[in-house]
């Protein structure tokens, strides 16, 4: 759990004019900090296990699929690969809207699919009016990036479209956390750190699951 967490966060000067200034900056460190912790933690609600895909992480010069590691300036391809195994014979057939996004060693938070200008018209699965079979490569090549640490990827489903989704999964540009109201479970989580408008409140849906893969950034040694 704790090389999941950012080693530090920015130091923030204190004088006689900047104390309520640092003050907020620590708390919306702390925030981001419950936040990670959070999703890293979050486990799938009991009787919803049958939706048939998994996120996959690959090796973009030879396709293999990566477990655990990877190098400092590897090119990754992210996959969305139907499930062969017995997840079929409960799944009820019925489509899952799919989010996927990262959360890096440094703590930023980032959405990867799908796109902020797409909305919820793409990301279906399966789409009869859209097919994207049993291997759909996420549009986009991504470069393993140093220092090292651990980077956790997230596929999020849903049985509802997340409306404010580019909030919910880009931790960049928070700037207070969204009170209110009292929320509890997933629909706190959706909420927390999202910048506070007048018109954006993300409701939870009823049905959603998660699956997560921890990589691991190492330098790789060469002969």
């Given at each position: 759990m704790l090389e999941t967490m950012p080693v530090s966060t920015d130091y923030e000067k204190i004088t006689a004019t900047s104390v309520n200034d640092a003050a907020s900056k620590l708390a919306e460190y702390a925030m981001k900090l419950g936040k990670i912790r959070v999703w890293f933690n979050l486990s799938n609600p009991s009787g919803n296990q049958g939706f048939p895909y998994a996120l996959e992480i690959r090796d973009q010069a030879t396709n293999k699929k990566l477990t655990g590691e990877a190098?400092?300036?590897?090119?990754?391809?992210?996959?969305?690969v139907k499930d062969k195994t017995d997840k079929n014979n409960v799944w009820d057939a019925s489509f899952r809207y799919v989010y996927i996004f990262m959360i890096n060693h440094h703590g930023a938070?980032?959405?990867?699919y799908p796109l902020t200008r797409e909305g919820n018209d793409q990301n279906h699965f399966p789409d009869k009016n859209n097919p994207k079979g049993d291997d759909f490569a996420i549009p986009g090549i991504f470069k393993v990036k140093a220092p090292t640490g651990t980077d956790n990827y997230y596929m999020f489903t849903t049985d509802e479209p997340i409306v404010a989704y580019a909030n919910v999964f880009n931790q960049a540009g928070v700037s207070r956390e969204n009170t209110r109201g009292?929320?509890?479970?997933i629909d706190a989580l959706l909420n927390?750190?999202?910048?506070?408008?007048?018109?954006?409140?993300?409701?939870?849906?009823?049905?959603?699951?998660?699956?997560?893969i921890s990589l691991k950034t190492i330098y790789k040694m060469t002969p």
């Open positions: 190098a400092v300036g590897q090119r990754i391809t992210l996959h969305i938070m980032q959405l990867i009292k929320r509890s479970g927390m750190g999202n910048v506070a408008t007048r018109d954006i409140s993300v409701s939870a849906p009823n049905n959603w699951a998660i699956q997560k």
